[in-house]
């Protein structure tokens, strides 16, 4: 069992905007605002598409976009097009002990 | 363009050592602005941190797998390593080598991934 929890599926017509959740504790998501999103196409390795809770890296489009409240981060992606179609899993800081924890995973079907 | 790849044997007995290598081409590993990491991923599951090294050989491991991960680093050839003891079946993963800036908290570079399965 992960340590943050995510819907295991989700789905949205192309342009659409559709979000995903990640629920951890005050421990990581809600102690730090460190939490990143990634995107795995199947058979690929995974790609930084959101971190530090907001930022994007040069490149992601800005249909992509992080927040934050509480204990749960969300990644929203708006007009949905077909190769939003992946696997998205966030992670976030829990601490030097611990240092990072997962998600695991929402796949999202772009009907 | 940095380029990460995974290598080793896709197959490892119950019990013994698992061995992975990640050279580095296109940046150097001795580069004081980033950490080394390890993630792997079990079929159909999602991701875990196993741990990361720094060119000087300061590790940070996952508590949960501490006691049978050893993470190095060799510098002469560009390259670090994981060592994974005593496996298991539920060790059977896709396993990732990946680049974390220093004093962030992401990883911004990734390995394609190799499978590593654990049968006898």
């Known amino acids: 069992q992960s340590a943050l929890t995510q819907p295991r599926s989700g789905s949205g017509s192309p342009g659409q905007s559709v979000t995903i959740s990640c629920t951890g504790t005050?421990?990581?998501?809600?102690?730090?605002?460190?939490v990143s999103w990634y995107q795995q196409h199947p058979g690929k390795a995974p790609k930084l598409m959101v971190y530090?809770?907001?930022k994007r890296p040069s490149g992601v489009p800005d249909r992509f976009s992080g927040s934050k409240s509480g204990n749960t981060a969300s990644l929203t992606i708006s007009g949905l097009q077909a190769e939003d179609e992946a696997d998205y899993y966030c992670?976030?800081?829990?601490?030097?002990?611990?240092?990072?924890?997962f998600g695991g995973g929402t796949k999202l079907t772009v009907l | 363009q940095l380029q990460l790849q995974e290598s080793g044997p896709g197959l490892v007995k119950p019990s013994e050592t698992l061995s992975l290598t990640c050279p580095v081409s296109g940046g150097s590993i001795s580069s004081s602005s980033y950490y080394w990491a390890w993630i792997r991923q079990p079929p159909g599951k999602g991701l875990e941190w196993i741990g990361s090294?720094?060119?000087?050989?300061?590790?940070d491991y996952n508590p949960s797998l501490k006691s049978r991960v050893t993470i190095s680093v060799d510098t002469s050839k560009n390259q670090f390593s994981l060592m994974l003891s005593s496996v298991t079946a539920a060790d059977t993963a896709v396993y990732y080598c990946a680049r974390r800036p220093m004093h962030v908290v992401y990883f911004e570079d990734w390995g394609q991934g190799t499978r590593v399965t654990v049968s006898s």
């Open positions: 090294i720094y060119y000087s050989g300061s590790t």
């Open positions: 005050s421990s990581d998501v809600g102690g730090y605002n460190y």
């Open positions: 992670c976030s800081y829990a601490g030097s002990y611990t240092f990072v924890v």
């Open positions: 530090d809770v907001t």
